[in-house]
């Protein structure tokens, strides 16, 4: 057993403080990676707080994670001590199923093992995230950062980065294409780049209205300010393609009258149940899809590509002990566009036995 210092929630209304845990032992197929950086992701703050419900505590949150190899299983071939590696938001899954085999573990038939509050493979053994000085993962589940990348702007890609991409890529938005972005926070800013990237033309729908240089900055095409009401109907039937990344609850239907024929909005933010008015959706014959972060390969590829095209996440870096802050600031919107954790400064915060 490995002891490791990290951060952990020890009920759903206290506080992250320092919490000292056990990762296992290297197995064949193991890579212990010493933790350079770890993205703050709205998620972190949903299980921590146990609003998606089934939470376990102590949580050490975490699933945007960058740091060093410094360890390998007997049997690992794909990595060595020094590589820059990366997590995301699942370290097993079960290999076998259907989902596994074509490659979209993050839909793993038999439940893929989540980062942090999940469970391994064996159903029983807890999982503690990146919220801490070092993880172990099968070799499989991790990731390779492309060279030149910054670590700290590369962490979020595991998260809001997979999250983004991955319908964008999956439900086919071109260049050309009248898309849109619910959103303009983690993952919000990641589909800006990407939409930006693939030439499609790119309007942010906010409710902040001082986000709009920002938007034009990240590469969107125009801004609009969701507040005032008038904006749905003088947007009406505009776009192909919406992708909603809002974290609390809001009205779906009148985004859905924002597509036009045949359009598709995809749900990417996980709050908690909305109504659907079925009229939005035959009046156009709209489609209203969600998506769930994406396959080890498709992250891959997700990387790769931002390492062509030149893209990182907006971040601000913090201190391990600011975590609480940051996610008080990130439910207030108040984050330009991710917070990350430098985890030097995980020694900083003291340590607890757990
Ligand atoms: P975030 O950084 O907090 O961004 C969410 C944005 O939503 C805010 O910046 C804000 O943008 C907007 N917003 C917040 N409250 C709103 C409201 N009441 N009405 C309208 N807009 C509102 O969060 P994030 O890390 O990007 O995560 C977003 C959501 O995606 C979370 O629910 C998270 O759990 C979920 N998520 C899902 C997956 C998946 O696999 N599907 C993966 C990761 C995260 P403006 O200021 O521009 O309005
Ligand atoms: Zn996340
Ligand atoms: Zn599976």
Redesign the pocket.
Known sequence: MLRTRGYAATGPSERLGPYEFDRRDLRAHDTLVDIQYCGV???DI?QARDEWGGSTFPMVPGHEVVGIVAGVGAEVSRWNVGDTVGVG?FVDSCRVCEACRAGEE?YCERGMSQTYNGREQDGVTPTYGGYSEHIVVDEAYVLRIPERMSPAGTAPLL??GI?TYSPIRHFGVRAGDRAAV???????HMAVKFLDALGAEVT?L???AG?EDDAARLGADDFVV?SDEAAFTSNAKRFDFILD??????DYNSYLSLLRRDGTMA?????GPSPLDAGQLIDARRRLA????GGISETQEMLDFCAAHGIEADVEVIAMKQVNEAFER??R?D?R??FVIDMTTLGDAGTAAG
């Open positions: 992701c709205h998620s949903h938001v993050q998260c809001a999250t619910v959103g303009l926070g983690g993952l919000g942010v906010s409710r902040s986000k969701t990344t809002v974290s609390a609850g809001h749900l990417v933010g996980l709050p969600g998506s769930s972060v990130t439910l919107s984050v566009y991710r």
